[in-house]
């Protein structure tokens, strides 16, 4: 017998046939679990985004409603000032306390503060969405990556195993054994070559 083809039939040994099966059978079950847990981490993050979001939307909406309030009372202030001091001191005295700080101020930083502060738990809500997104894109793409890997792993497993089922003296028991090299270590290319999950630190919750 050919060296080679010697070489090619130890495959098809018992041996190396049951630690194939040992190895795609861990493979599988490794892959199938991590993809799992993958998927529950893109569901958490998914939900807590969409959560942020649509409490920051209905946040940003109060906000407005404030910051225009507040610049109906200021008008109302200023142009009673001077005219109808009693007037002007109700209205001054309805606007918000870091409306009348940004006023007694009176300097553009002050203002900028002022309206940066109005809606700073909206934006602060949006981008803890934005971050909670990224990472369930991330899970998603892991969760993807990691069946592909269960894929080529169970396929490898189905070949081993109907390698095994075959007499030693088949000459189809050696091939499948080959194909079943070649899925693991394609599993395993894939596997390696998954992106780790970036680290993205999620803005607290203001209201929490």
């Known amino acids: 017998m050919h060296p080679i083809i010697a070489r090619i039939r130890v495959l098809g040994s018992e ?15 490794y892959a199938s679990y991590t993809g799992a847990m993958a998927d529950s981490d893109q569901n958490k993050f998914e ?12 946040t940003y909406l109060e906000a407005n409603q404030t910051l225009s309030q507040d610049f109906q009372y200021f008008d109302n202030w200023y142009v009673n000032l001077g005219v109808d001091d009693e ?3 109700y209205y001054y005295e309805q606007m918000s306390e870091e409306l009348t700080v940004a006023i007694e101020s009176g300097s553009d930083t002050a203002w900028a503060e002022y309206e940066d502060g109005v809606f700073s738990d ?14 369930a894109t991330a899970y998603d793409e892991k969760g ?6 269960m894929l080529f792993m169970a396929l490898g497993l189905a070949f081993a195993a109907w390698a095994s089922l ?11 054994a ?28 203001p209201f929490a």
Not at 47 to 58: E, F, V, Y
Not at 144 to 149: E, M, T
Not at 166 to 176: A, D, I, K, T, V
């Open 87 to 89: 007037r002007a001191d």
């Open 166 to 176: 075959l007499g030693e003296e088949s000459n189809m028991r050696p091939m499948f």
């Open 47 to 58: 939900i807590q985004g969409m959560r942020a979001l649509n409490d920051g939307n209905t």
């Open 122 to 135: 909206a934006l602060q809500l949006f981008d803890r969405a934005d971050a909670s997104f990224q990472l």
């Open 144 to 149: 993807d990556s990691l069946q592909l890997v």
């Open 178 to 205: 080959v194909f079943a090299i070649i899925t693991l270590v394609i599993a395993l290319v894939v596997y390696f070559n998954i992106p780790a999950i970036p680290v993205i630190e999620i803005p607290a919750d």
């Open 15 to 29: 041996i190396v046939l049951g630690t194939l099966i040992t190895i795609l059978s861990i493979g599988t079950a």
